[in-house]
């Protein structure tokens, strides 16, 4: 006997809001399956406003009222049993952050958590990344956003030391990190895996997943340090508008994905990796899977 129940998570980053709606597939003496049944992306670039100016526009914030009123629509009639909704670097950096998320949640029902970069990379650690890490190597996680990134290293198939970084693809556009902040985590990285050997970087975020589909590799198979740099060069020789008209990029990605491609090369170099592991997980996936366990426990 099978049953299917439903559960979602909003995602509310610096540079879109996600609504992902998965199915959980229980039968009895099998572990849950989650499917995908629904994702939404909205792109509001909050991280704009928060970053620049301190605060979250009147602009975006109609924007997100409304698109809050939608997702909790959809989730009606998909009939959606459990939710979360967490918003990261921008909605915590935001003077009117909190207000804002209390407003929301008067005019939508949608209850906002803010959560911080430590709370963020435990729940994507808590998503099937066990299934992708092998206990006799070690891997250094990263999941590049539009206002932070989170490092997270694991040896012996646990988390062994974890750090969040202002530095992401918005605040990069905006030439707002300055390079001691990239000296700090140059440090950071090298200093956490320099005894670590036949270490392999795993990437998370929207950028790393494009890159992954547009190097056309079959799943599983990791990119290369010499394929993501090539990749890099030739989307720094190519204008914006090429970049959407040519390689197909949405508006809001063909701009974001240099700087997350630099990140991304940059930890990559500094901790001697050969590998770039993309397994397609992020905040969703982990918001969904607590929500499930928790419920189950």
Not at 102 to 115: L, T, Y
Not at 164 to 187: A, D, H, P, Q, Y
Request: hydrophobic share 40%; aromatic share 8%.
């Amino acid at each position: 006997m099978i049953r299917i129940r439903k559960f979602a998570a909003i995602d509310i980053g610096s540079n879109a809001i996600r609504l992902l709606i998965n199915n959980v597939i229980e039968e009895e003496g099998k572990e849950p399956q989650f499917k995908k049944s629904s994702l939404v992306r909205v792109p509001i670039r909050l991280g704009q406003d928060s970053f620049t100016v301190g605060e979250i526009s009147d602009g975006n914030a109609i924007r997100m009222i409304e698109a809050m009123k939608a997702f909790k629509l959809l989730m009606k009639v998909h009939g959606v049993e459990k939710y979360r909704a967490c918003a990261t670097s921008a909605m915590r950096e935001a003077n009117n952050g909190n207000e804002l998320a209390e407003e929301i949640g008067k005019k939508s029902g949608i209850h906002i958590e803010i959560i911080d970069g430590r709370k963020e990379a435990a729940i994507i650690a808590s998503t099937d990344l066990h299934q992708l890490i092998d206990s006799e190597k070690s891997y250094l996680y990263v999941d590049v956003g539009g206002g932070s990134t989170e490092f997270t290293i694991f040896t012996h198939g646990k988390i062994a030391v974890s750090k969040s970084f202002k530095i992401g693809t918005v605040r990069l556009l905006n030439e707002m990190v300055e390079e001691n902040v990239w000296k700090e985590i140059e440090k950071w990285i090298r200093s956490n895996t320099r005894k670590l050997k036949n270490l392999s970087l795993i990437g998370s975020g929207g950028n790393i997943n494009k890159l992954y589909k547009m190097s056309g590799r079959k799943p599983g198979v990791p990119l290369s340090y010499i394929w993501l740099n090539a990749q890099y060069q030739f989307l720094q020789s190519i204008s914006y508008e090429d970049r959407i008209s040519e390689l197909g990029l949405n508006p809001d990605r063909a701009d974001v994905i240099i700087p997350a491609t630099r990140i991304f090369l940059s930890a990559t170099k500094w901790s001697g990796a050969k590998k770039i592991h993309v397994p397609k997980i992020g905040l969703s996936d982990g918001i969904v899977k607590l929500l499930y366990y928790s419920e189950n426990s």
